[in-house]
């Protein structure tokens, strides 16, 4: 079976020839196909900028703890494609993906000879995704956006609650050149007889996504004005914070993701819930959002793999992000900072430099094992620019275990970027912890 397995995995990563090709055109086909699977799912739909994965997982978590069985569909992976497709936190069996690869290859070749362009590798994993789930019957799928919103592959669903977390410059040369224009593209998976959520705090934003909401004649709820939060405490591996929700308060709620953003995102998963019971009838008790919450981890966003020396791994792989792990930064008590960096060409990349190489006292450059690396050592010079000591290493994983080899005990490394590299870097680094602790 393993072999099959390879096999159907590596038909899915030669579709990656196919690029990124956007429009609704394609999966449309292969879904009706496929029997409109998307049709028989309960659907929490999710997007935005930075967040996105982080407040499905936890409305996920949140979901379970309270008795469903839930889809999740996320991306991308770190070291397991099978990460992307989870219900109940299990990973889609291997047996599942050799026998829907086998499903769907002859109406992917039945696309093509009808004139239909074949479908990119990430319409034929977000179909994979819709078939497993309404297989196996799940009560709710919680589905991330992968790029944008309006016409990424997972907005042929009808949900009932579309979330966009945020709205920063990212993906500009697929977006848009200004907030207004990303958070049109974003606002497009908002849809009628549907509820819509925001915790975008740019006012730009919020205006074009309210004018979406009214033209569809749905309600809109935003986060830090509907709904309200005060941080507690911090520490370097939990926080704790009050939150006044929709419908009711819900004091020292704890989280074990850092991070002042991510506060934002447990207020958004909680609306969710919120408006899952107000509007829905959903069966949610206090305890299983205190639960969900508490048990919510998210690898490679401020995961702590190590506290002597402290390591930590975040994918901050554009300006926002760099600004939340700049201020997550704060938290940690160092000697000195080693930060390992990087991103991919079509990035911000200058700003992200700017933001994040102060805290540091040498940086280390790799490459995003990815074709849209670019000139990625262009960031050495940037780094050098600011007059730090900067070393520059190809392999993600040599990257990272030269930091590690750098730190002395009171010491810290962070290595962030693209989750390219990060999925990389964590592997070695994970090695290197366990053999140190044997």
Not at 57 to 67: D, H
Not at 96 to 118: K, Q, S, Y
Not at 301 to 319: F, I, Q, T
């Amino acid at each position: 079976m393993e072999q099959m397995y390879q096999e159907s995995l590596q038909y899915l990563v030669n579709l990656t020839k196919f690029g990124m090709n956007f429009g609704l055109g394609r999966i449309q086909a292969l879904l009706q196909r496929a029997g409109n699977p998307e049709r028989k799912l309960r659907v929490i739909h999710i997007g935005g900028t930075n967040g996105k994965g982080s407040t499905s997982m936890m409305v996920a978590e949140i979901l379970e703890e309270a008795g469903f069985k839930v889809g999740l569909f996320t991306s991308p992976h770190l070291n397991d494609y099978r990460e992307r497709i989870t219900i109940n936190g299990q990973m889609i069996p291997k047996a599942e993906v050799i026998h829907l690869v086998h499903t769907l290859r002859p109406m992917l070749e039945e696309l093509v000879r009808d004139g239909v362009e074949h479908p990119t590798e990430f319409e034929v994993s977000t179909a994979l995704a819709f078939m497993y789930f309404a297989q196996q019957k799940v009560d709710y799928a919680v589905i991330e956006v992968g790029l944008g919103g309006a016409i990424d592959s997972t907005n042929v669903v009808e949900p009932l609650i579309s979330v966009i977390t945020n709205v920063g410059m990212d993906h500009m040369d697929y977006l848009g050149k200004t907030i207004e224009e990303i958070a049109s593209v974003k606002a497009g998976i908002l849809k009628p007889k549907s509820v819509a959520i925001t915790a975008s705090e740019r006012p730009e934003a919020i205006k074009v996504i309210r004018e979406r909401a009214k033209s569809l004649n749905i309600p809109l709820w935003v986060i830090g004005e509907d709904v309200s939060w005060e941080s507690c405490w911090s520490g370097e591996l939990e926080q704790e914070f009050n939150l006044v929700g929709l419908h009711a308060k819900y004091p020292k709620i704890r989280l074990h993701l850092v991070g002042t953003h991510q506060i934002k995102n447990a207020a958004t998963a909680v609306t969710v819930c919120e408006i899952l019971q107000s509007q829905y009838g959903v069966r949610i008790k206090r305890e299983d959002i205190y639960n969900g919450l508490k048990k919510t981890t998210w690898p490679g966003r401020l995961e702590v793999l190590s506290l002597k020396p402290k390591v930590l791994l975040d994918g901050a792989h554009n300006v926002d992000g760099a600004n939340s792990l700049a201020d997550a930064l704060k938290l940690f008590k160092r000697r000195r900072l080693v930060l390992c960096l990087g991103m991919l060409g079509d990035k911000e990349r200058e700003k992200v430099v700017e933001i994040l190489t102060p805290l540091a006292d040498e940086v280390i450059i790799t490459k995003p094992n990815s074709p849209r690396a670019g000139n990625w050592e262009y960031l050495s010079d940037l780094a050098e620019n600011r007059g730090l000591p900067v070393a520059t290493i190809e392999s993600p994983a040599l990257a990272a275990i030269e930091g590690f080899k750098r730190l002395q005990s009171e010491d810290m490394l962070c290595v962030t970027g693209s989750l390219y590299m990060i999925a990389e870097a964590r592997e070695a680094l994970l090695g290197i912890i366990r053999q140190k602790k044997a």
